[in-house]
């Protein structure tokens, strides 16, 4: 038996046998109370009348959730889809979400990182260090948030300053040659002012080898480092935060294996070390051309609160955001151009520069009826630097490799062809709103909230790309991925004949909510809600873009939301228990599909129609005894195509009614645990414990057989011990126990695959070290 099975065993060997020694100990806990500002106030989770997932910092630490590709493990009603760049990843929830290339769109599920807004997803695909909490609110968020949440919100809030002395050091290495460094200091500076420094470091080889010129190199890995710094000033009546940090990430991920036949020609040439029909277990490449990514990002952040009298508070957050992506890309999957099946590689930069301010004034929030009132402005200027080289041939006068593949002859002119094209984007965003929500508390158990937010948008886009010629002679050539067409059109198309073109369109939006509370006790909360959920107009702007189809704004996507929940505690808050049931219909739903340039797979944004979601979640947690926390959720949605609208300037293909949505499991549950015991006045036990299974879902929205993702089960496990003070804590950790392989995203129907790194099994050791 391999030694990290035997590990895993006895791990939960001793797992079960502690839990089940722990029943008969007297009964002492409490369900943990956690305070969320998902109303833009402190409220504890419980009072809230929102769908909502509060995980503590601590939590994130113990679940080995080092990042929002990781969210799923502790919040189901969640899916990541990790994209060849975190520029185009993207957060999936209720089985809804924007997967797109466009620099002219943006998410469905809205990020905000301590206040601000970010304009893409992946700016907050950073490491969670230092983390005080994350909030997930299910469902749109059209009143306080509004900026693109019409299906759902992710709140980061950063742990700041303390009025004692504090040091933290962490270490944690994992098989695979990963590692990972953090350290944070925080304390007092002056009187009512407090700092926080944190920084962090991380390197991963990668879980896929490429074989390409007998190298052998890991990919599918990372090396990150990041610092932050903040400042707190607290007089009681006024609190200011400050904060500024810079981040950097090179990542060589994530590259598509090959878990399907290429062809006898094909699959030769590749000649992959376990061959290419395995499937999901594939961990090989043969690439000549390395994906990989470059982030860059530094931000400043400001917030405040300010009493102006015993009854009313201003608040006010002001953020600025730069990011740099470049993307290394490669297009073929195959270690070299051969007669048939050409090559193709891309390399991108996005820059991304961000400003946004927030005003709000709110009453007392005890007071019978108080509200709050505020306005928000924002704008994103973005660019896209693109361009794509590829080799193709019709015939050769080299030889033919064993297997059948002849290779390009690279120094042949004249039968060998170098297709190339570089685009250039430009995009304005803008966004202003007012909003406004109020409660009224007709008695004690029994309110009314209404919320109003008027929003508009201001979106412009310049697109320049020539037609495709050979890199060699400078005369047209078309090649895979790319064409002959401008980007403002052919005149016989309906375009302007030029290399350019350009967009603009502007929407304005009423979105709202309406909520019902009744309170019958301190330990029980109901609700009903409707809300109004909004998302701005986009462009299909990207590489291939062509007027005038893609220059047709892509409409704004609207999201009405029925929802009834509960909320209860019972057993002197021991055991905790919040449902949810809702139901979500999408007009206008923005969504990618795959379609195919000249033998290139890419994908393009259209207007789908009407979607639909519907389902419900469950959230347990169960305190038996003393230092037991017992949880499960589930989490269960059917998104589907209610109506499908084919668009025939996009060009995207048809979807009939009833398709499931791209990566939307229908179901998703956890089940998990951890224990803490003292042993004697020496030492402190820690266990952990979590199992997340996926249903079955699918990568694009025409839900082919070719792009079916098959359901998986992840089991996870740690145990730890400290000193009795917990300033020194060792624990070993087990990821994915029964070594179950699987994978984030099909597409070809296994030509093209993407393994995370949680598709094998593996072992970690954390080390902790603080001082108080």
């Given at each position: 038996m391999p030694t990290t099975t035997r590990f895993a065993l006895r791990t939960l060997a001793l797992t079960a046998s502690t839990l089940a020694f722990t029943a008969a100990a007297p009964v002492l806990a409490q369900v943990e109370e956690i305070v969320v500002t998902a109303q833009k106030v402190e409220e504890n989770v419980q009072d809230v009348p929102i769908a909502i997932s509060a995980v503590s910092g601590d939590r994130l630490d113990q679940a080995a959730v080092f990042s929002l590709e990781n969210i799923g493990a502790v919040v189901p009603s969640v899916t990541f889809r990790k994209g060849t760049t975190s520029a185009n990843s993207a957060i999936v929830m209720r089985g809804v979400g924007t997967i797109t290339f466009s620099v002219a769109a943006e998410p469905s599920v809205s990020t905000v990182v301590d206040g601000v807004v970010l304009s893409r997803s992946g700016q907050a695909f950073m490491d969670l260090v230092d983390i005080q909490r994350l909030e997930v609110l299910r469902g749109p968020q059209g009143t306080l948030f509004g900026r693109n949440a019409s299906a759902g919100l992710v709140n980061i809030v950063s742990k700041g300053g303390t009025d004692t002395l504090e040091a933290e050091v962490g270490a944690d290495w994992f098989e695979g040659d990963e590692y990972r460094l953090r350290a944070a200091i925080s304390g007092p500076i002056a009187e009512n002012l407090s700092g926080r420094v944190t920084g962090f470091y991380g390197s991963y080889d990668g879980?896929?080898?490429n074989i390409n010129g007998g190298r052998n190199n890991k990919v599918n890995g990372y090396?990150?480092?990041?610092?932050?710094?903040?400042?707190?000033?607290?007089?009681?009546?006024?609190?200011v935060r400050l904060i500024a940090d810079y981040y950097e990430a090179d990542d060589d991920c994530c590259t598509d294996v090959t878990g399907a036949s290429r062809g006898a020609v094909q699959d030769a040439l590749l000649a992959l070390p376990n061959g290419v029909a395995i499937g999901e277990r594939q961990r090989f490449v043969n690439h000549d051309f390395e994906t990989r990514a470059e982030d860059q990002q530094w931000s400043l952040t400001g917030n405040g609160d300010f009493e102006l009298s015993d009854t009313h508070t201003l608040s006010v957050v002001l953020g600025y955001r730069n990011w740099e992506n470049t993307e290394f890309r490669e297009g073929d999957f195959l270690p070299r151009a051969i007669v048939g099946a050409g090559q193709l590689h891309d390399v991108g930069t996005v820059k991304t520069e961000q400003v946004s301010a927030e005003i709000r004034l709110a009453s007392d929030q005890s007071a019978p009826f108080f509200y709050q009132v505020g306005a928000f402005a924002w704008r994103s200027d973005n660019s896209q630097d693109f361009t794509r080289s590829g080799v193709t041939c019709a015939t050769s006068t080299l030889p033919a490799l064993p297997g059948g593949a002849v290779p390009c002859n690279l120094n042949d002119r004249v039968n060998t062809l170098f297709p190339t094209a570089t685009s250039r984007s430009d995009v304005t965003s803008k966004n202003y709103a007012i909003f406004s929500q109020a409660t009224y508390r007709f008695t004690e158990q029994l309110s009314l909230t209404g919320g109003l937010r008027y929003t508009w948008d201001d979106l412009s886009f310049t697109h320049t790309r020539a037609p495709a010629v050979n890199a060699a002679t400078g005369l047209p050539a078309a090649g895979p991925g790319t064409n002959l067409n401008p980007a403002g059109g052919l005149i016989a198309n309906g375009g302007n004949g030029t290399n350019t073109s350009r967009g603009e369109t502007t929407n304005g939006n009423l979105s709202g909510k309406a909520v019902l509370q009744f309170t019958p006790s301190d330990d029980v909360m109901f609700y009903g809600s409707y809300t109004r959920g909004y998302k701005g107009p986009a462009f299909n702007v990207f590489f291939n873009h062509t007027a005038p189809n893609n220059a047709v704004p892509i409409d704004e996507e609207l999201s009405d939301s029925f929802e009834i929940g509960a909320k209860t505690q019972f057993l002197d808050n021991r055991v905790q228990l919040n449902v949810a049931a809702f139901t979500v219909e999408y007009d206008g739903f923005q969504a990618n599909n795959f379609i195919v340039v000249n033998g290139a797979t890419i994908s393009n944004l259209t207007n789908a129609?009407?979607?639909?979601?519907e389902g419900f979640e469950a959230d347990l947690i169960v305190n038996p005894v003393d230092g037991l926390n017992l949880r499960a959720s589930a989490a269960y949605a059917d998104a589907r195509v209610k109506e499908f609208n084919p668009n025939p300037t996009t060009g995207a293909p048809d979807a009939r009614n009833g398709t499931v949505l791209p990566l939307a499991p229908r179901f998703?549950?956890?089940l998990g645990g951890d224990y803490t015991k003292e042993l004697g006045d020496a030492a402190v036990l820690y266990l952990n414990t979590d199992y997340r299974h996926t249903s079955t879902q699918y990568?694009?929205?025409?839900q082919s057989p070719n792009t079916r993702i098959d359901p998986y089960g992840i089991w996870n496990a740690s145990i730890g011990v400290s000193d009795i003070e917990d300033k020194y804590r060792l624990t070993f950790h087990v990821r994915n126990i029964t070594?179950?392989?699987?994978?984030?995203l099909n597409i070809e129907n296994g030509r093209r695959l993407q393994i995370p790194r949680d598709a094998d099994r593996y072992v970690g050791v954390s080390l902790r070290v603080r001082t108080r």
């Open positions: 879980n896929i080898t090396e990150r480092f990041g610092v932050r710094g903040i400042l707190d000033y607290d007089d009681n009546i006024s609190t129609g009407t979607v639909k979601s998703v549950y956890t990568s694009d929205l025409g070594d179950e392989s699987y994978v984030l």
